[in-house]
């Protein structure tokens, strides 16, 4: 069973920074794409950040510039470090992982989630 833990979110202030953190765990088969996702209130879950182990990091628009994800692979770790905070930036911040199979298939794990709240 994978598990991914989220650590890292609180609050700051606008143009403050954090790094969030996410360690996982169990056994990985296939091909790993790690990333994070938020959501902020009243709104859907969005893609923040993703990593993959051959292509450059992809970012949201609205984050591009100020947040820069990066992973440790031994460690089974990928971090988020987020610069310049916006109020906007206000969220649930998940941990994210596919593993997909050849033939196209695949299977998403999710963190629980760290708060991160920026005040003005």
């Known amino acids: 069973q994978v598990q991914l833990v989220e650590s890292g979110g609180g609050l700051a202030q606008a143009g403050g920074s954090l790094m969030l953190s996410c360690v996982a765990s169990g056994a990985f088969v296939g091909r790993q794409s790690m990333g994070w996702y938020r959501q902020r209130p009243g709104q859907e879950r969005e893609s923040v950040a993703n990593i993959t182990s051959h292509k450059e990091p992809t970012y949201a628009d609205s984050v591009e510039g100020r947040f820069t994800i990066s992973r440790d692979h031994p460690k089974n770790s990928v971090y988020l470090h987020m610069t310049n905070l916006q109020p906007e930036d206000t969220a649930v911040y998940y941990c994210?992982?596919?593993?997909?199979?050849?033939?196209?298939?695949?299977?998403?794990?999710w963190g629980q989630g760290t708060q991160v709240t920026v005040s003005s």
């Open positions: 994210f992982t596919r593993t997909k199979f050849i033939g196209g298939t695949y299977t998403d794990y």
